[in-house]
């Protein structure tokens, strides 16, 4: 298999690369051929970063190709991981953030189109990860929609964490957790709707059941504390959560494309919107609970959220929504609006 990491010399490829090299996500009978893309600036130390990759002497890593051309770099890909953008720098509007990585994304889109696999499934992990997912699949016209995701598997690992926590249970045993809407502070974390605690004997036990009586913790603390993980992460380390983040990465890769997820389960992915499911604006990518089989997912339908969920996810849809006017706009003044390929 042909893998693309971009921004591979970054924190989160650092993390990332080893877990992809050495069979962790496409397991030990798949040979993969890693296309590494990085800016100029970032050349040097991918080059070092390919010496320990080759020194891992890993059985499951092929080749190594390190390059600043997009077209090099996703030529005949099978799955790619988008994680080089533009970092939100102290002060930054949101907005200016996704100036700069609308036309980052846009180029990312452009060369999938030309040279990818038809069939290629790609993971937008750089922020703001939703509307660079969506940026990207504009683009292309050979490749599905359904083959593009935005990551809040971080978000959704945090989440059963804290949980966990709370009920001093393994996290193993916490299922079906939701992550709604953008991987931003504007998502929803939502334990109860359909999470439920999964006893080593099989037996389930609906988390609403065993968290009604506190929310108070499920609407301030724990919301909090999943939304601003991130925040957090970055004043205790001085460093973003790369580990967390690149973990978070294989874990959706390899539910998406390699295990499926059990029966019953569903994982969270920002996927595209094309049906309106829960009454989310069709067409925004969107993170809903979302069942893997076969290389494909399916969003669980039929899902009971309660009045305080659904403002929640109102909330998110308006921010997502003001996130695409803005990129569509920068496209559109970039003279690429006419250009883009999906409506
Ligand atoms: P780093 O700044 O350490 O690495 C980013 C790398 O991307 C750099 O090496 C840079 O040279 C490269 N890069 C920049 N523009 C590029 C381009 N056009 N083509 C190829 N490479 C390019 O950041 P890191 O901590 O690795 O984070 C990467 C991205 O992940 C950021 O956008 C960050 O906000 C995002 N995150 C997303 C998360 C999620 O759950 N979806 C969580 C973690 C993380 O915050």
């Given at each position: 298999?042909?893998?693309?990491?971009?921004?591979?010399?970054?924190?989160?490829?650092?993390?990332?690369?080893?877990?992809?090299?050495?069979?962790?996500?496409?397991g030990?009978?798949?040979?993969?051929?890693?296309h590494?893309?990085?800016?100029?600036?970032?050349?040097?130390?991918l080059?070092g970063?390919?010496m320990?990759?080759?020194?891992?002497a890993?059985?499951?890593?092929?080749?190594?190709?390190?390059?600043?051309?997009?077209?090099v770099?996703f030529?005949?890909a099978?799955?790619?991981?988008?994680?080089?953008?533009?970092?939100?720098?102290?002060?930054?509007?949101?907005?200016?953030?996704?100036?700069?990585?609308?036309?980052?994304f846009?180029?990312?889109g452009?060369?999938?189109?030309?040279v990818?696999?038809?069939?290629?499934?790609?993971?937008?992990?750089?922020?703001?990860?939703?509307?660079?997912?969506?940026?990207?699949?504009?683009?292309?016209?050979r490749?599905?929609?359904?083959?593009?995701?935005?990551?809040?598997?971080?978000?959704?690992n945090?989440?059963?964490?804290?949980?966990?926590l709370?009920?001093?249970?393994?996290?193993?045993?916490?299922?079906?957790?939701?992550?709604?809407?953008?991987?931003?502070?504007?998502q929803?974390?939502?334990?109860?709707?359909?999470?439920?605690?999964?006893?080593?004997?099989?037996t389930?036990?609906?988390?609403?059941?065993?968290?009604?009586e506190?929310?108070?913790?499920?609407?301030?603390e724990?919301?909090?504390?999943?939304?601003?993980?991130?925040?957090?992460?970055?004043?205790?380390?001085?460093?973003?959560?790369a580990l967390?983040?690149?973990?978070?990465?294989a874990d959706?890769?390899?539910?998406?494309?390699?295990?499926?997820?059990?029966p019953?389960?569903?994982?969270?992915m920002a996927?595209?919107?094309?049906?309106?499911h829960?009454?989310?604006t069709?067409g925004?990518?969107?993170?809903?609970?979302?069942?893997c089989?076969?290389?494909?997912?399916?969003?669980?339908?039929?899902?009971?959220?309660?009045?305080?969920?659904?403002?929640?996810?109102?909330?998110?849809?308006?921010?997502?929504l003001?996130?695409?006017d803005?990129?569509?706009?920068?496209?559109?003044?970039?003279?690429?609006?006419?250009?883009?390929?999906?409506?």
């Open positions: 298999m042909t893998i693309v990491i971009t921004g591979a010399a970054g924190q989160i490829g650092y993390s990332l690369l080893p877990m992809v090299a050495s069979g962790e996500v496409f030990p009978n798949t040979m993969v051929n890693l590494l893309l990085e800016i100029p600036q970032g050349l040097a130390m080059e970063v390919k320990e990759l080759l020194d891992c890993y059985d499951t890593l092929n080749n190594i190709v390190c390059t600043t051309d997009p077209l770099a030529k005949d099978d799955v790619a991981f988008l994680v080089g953008g533009f970092p939100r720098r102290p002060g930054m509007l949101r907005k200016d953030l996704i100036q700069i990585n609308t036309k980052i846009l180029s990312m452009q060369a999938i189109e030309a990818a696999s038809n069939n290629i499934k790609v993971l937008v992990v750089a922020n703001p990860a939703n509307t660079n997912a969506l940026v990207t699949l504009k683009q292309c016209t490749v599905p929609s359904k083959n593009f995701c935005a990551m809040t598997r971080l978000d959704y945090r989440a059963s964490a804290q949980v966990a709370k009920l001093g249970t393994s996290v193993k045993n916490i299922k079906n957790v939701i992550i709604w809407g953008n991987h931003s502070a504007s929803y974390p939502d334990p109860t709707t359909d999470g439920y605690v999964e006893a080593n004997d099989g389930k036990t609906p988390l609403s059941s065993l968290l009604n506190d929310d108070e913790w499920l609407r301030n724990f919301l909090t504390t999943v939304q601003q993980r991130g925040k957090a992460v970055m004043e205790a380390r001085g460093k973003s959560s967390s983040a690149a973990n978070a990465a959706c890769v390899r539910t998406w494309l390699v295990t499926g997820t059990k019953g389960e569903t994982v969270a996927v595209y919107n094309e049906e309106g829960y009454g989310v069709k925004l990518m969107f993170s809903f609970p979302c069942e089989k076969d290389g494909d997912w399916v969003v669980k339908t039929g899902l009971n959220v309660n009045e305080f969920g659904q403002e929640k996810i109102k909330a998110s849809e308006a921010e997502l003001s996130e695409r803005a990129a569509m706009e920068i496209l559109n003044n970039n003279g690429s609006g006419s250009s883009t390929k999906k409506e």
